[in-house]
């Protein structure tokens, strides 16, 4: 079994839809969470961090984590074209200098 | 701010031919500092990190090898690509201390060996 297991897409969404991506994983060990999304061609770009279970909102994206599933969610509201990347979900453990990452899921979102 | 120089952007090299890609930070000291590689369907590898000047370390043996002459300086190289180098090349850094899980990234190289 992968540590990070997330769905690879291709994920294609009408403009202003709600976006849900995910990513499993297998090792309790980790207690940071983040997603961060790549545009074609360039590096990626840190989204959203928690270190906790629940919800966290900034404006329209909301990182959602449930230890107890070993379950991670980013959830994408009023989807915009710009929105088009793929996205990367990653996690440490504490005082470890590595970061797992999932393979990325590659989301277009059509006008 | 921050901001972190990755060069070249894109580079296309012969099997057996040397490598050289060099990534710079600026606004910020004592940076931890690493290579990944991004191949297709393959995810994010971390090949090396660097927690200081001299202080490297390699995720996964390979025919690559980095190096950290300064503080906010880091190099990664090879004497002879191999066709299974080819990828994209990402430098990032992170703060020292409670915060080392926030990665920044630079641009990326995509190299191509032929």
């Known amino acids: 079994q992968k540590e990070v297991e997330q769905d690879p897409g291709p994920l294609s969404v009408p403009e202003g839809a709600i976006v849900s991506l995910n990513c499993t994983y297998s090792?309790?060990?980790?207690?940071?969470f983040m997603w961060y999304r790549q545009y074609s061609r360039k590096g990626p770009e840190l989204l959203m961090y928690?270190?906790?279970?629940g919800n966290k909102e900034d404006g329209r994206f909301t990182a959602q984590v449930d230890k107890s599933s070993k379950y991670i969610s980013l959830f994408i509201r009023d989807s915009q074209p710009s929105d088009s990347a793929t996205y990367l979900c990653a996690m440490s453990v504490p005082g470890s200098y590595q970061l797992t990452f999932g393979k990325g899921t590659k989301l277009s979102v059509i006008p | 701010s921050q901001t972190i120089h990755q060069w070249p952007a894109t580079l296309v090299q012969p099997v057996g031919s040397p490598l050289s890609l060099e990534c710079t930070v600026e606004g910020t000291s004592n940076p931890n500092l690493y290579w990944y590689r991004q191949a297709a369907g393959r995810g994010l590898q971390l090949l090396f990190y660097?927690?200081?000047?001299?202080?490297i370390s390699s995720e996964v043996p390979q025919n690559l090898s980095a190096s950290r002459p300064q503080d906010r300086q880091f190099i990664l190289s090879s004497k002879k690509l191999l066709l299974s180098d080819s990828g994209f090349y990402l430098c990032a850094w992170s703060g020292q201390g409670v915060s080392n899980e926030k990665l920044f990234f630079g641009s990326g190289t995509q190299l191509s060996v032929l």
């Open positions: 660097s927690i200081g000047i001299d202080q």
């Open positions: 090792n309790s060990a980790f207690q940071y």
């Open positions: 928690t270190y906790s279970s």
